[in-house]
């Protein structure tokens, strides 16, 4: 059971090149979600899904499209990197969201990037 | 918005407790998580509280007051590998989950 998996783990851009960042999961999981994280901000919500063919807009979603065309599968792409899209990348992902049950995010182990 | 507010870094000896502070101010609730996560590597999940009160798991233990938007993970017989990032979660009125900045705990021999 390899849980959340996420490619590459670094990746050096230059600016305005695009670029996709691979999530798969293999535990059946209805929620994913894609997070950025930078020092002394927290994590942040790009983009989430909630199922196949039904995505929306987290708390900082400029710049990055997501799909979700199967269960398993939700890659996020950079349209023209950026400087600041340097970040570290989390894909995670649980059973449901809309409940007040635990629904524990399970994360990648996220994607380093630098855009220079 | 959500806003969410733990210390940035703590420091203790091998052995000591440890509280983390989380306070929080959302639109709604539907839960509060603690992550951990270690330099360099992903949050895994701690623990889970949704009703006031005490939550143990061995020598963690998470509190949760939702009058006073508060909350704190207790850290026990803190060892070496403890050192890492602690990360508040709150899940709001819309389900999605949003992090504080995270306590950097140090925990020296």
């Known amino acids: 059971n390899a849980g959340v998996t996420q490619t590459p783990k670094f990746q050096v851009l230059k600016t305005g090149q695009s670029m996709t960042l691979q999530c798969a999961q293999d535990?059946?999981?209805?929620?994913m979600s894609w997070y950025r994280q930078d020092p002394g901000m927290g994590l942040r919500l790009i983009h989430y899904?909630?199922?196949?063919?039904?995505?929306d807009q987290g708390e900082v979603p400029n710049g990055y499209n997501v799909s979700r065309s199967t269960t398993e599968d939700f890659p996020l792409r950079l349209l023209s990197a950026a400087p600041s899209q340097t970040s570290v990348y989390f894909c995670?992902?649980?059973?449901?969201?809309?409940?007040?049950?635990?629904?524990?995010?399970?994360f990648g182990a996220g994607s380093r990037l630098t855009v220079l | 918005g959500q806003n969410i507010d733990q210390p940035t870094e703590m420091t203790a000896t091998e052995g000591a407790i440890v509280q983390i502070n989380c306070t929080y101010q959302t639109s709604g609730f539907n839960g509060l998580f603690w992550y951990q996560q270690h330099a360099g590597e992903a949050p895994t999940f701690l623990s889970y509280n949704v009703l006031d009160g005490l939550e143990e798991k061995g020598r963690f233990s998470s509190f949760l007051s939702r009058s006073k938007g508060y909350s704190y993970l207790l850290l026990k017989e803190l060892q070496m590998k403890d050192s890492a990032s602690y990360l508040c979660a709150v899940r709001g009125g819309d389900y999605k989950l949003s992090f504080g900045a995270g306590t950097t705990v140090t925990v020296r021999a």
């Open positions: 995670a992902s649980s059973y449901e969201t809309s409940s007040s049950g635990a629904n524990v995010l399970t």
């Open positions: 535990m059946n999981h209805e929620y």
């Open positions: 899904s909630v199922g196949a063919g039904i995505t």
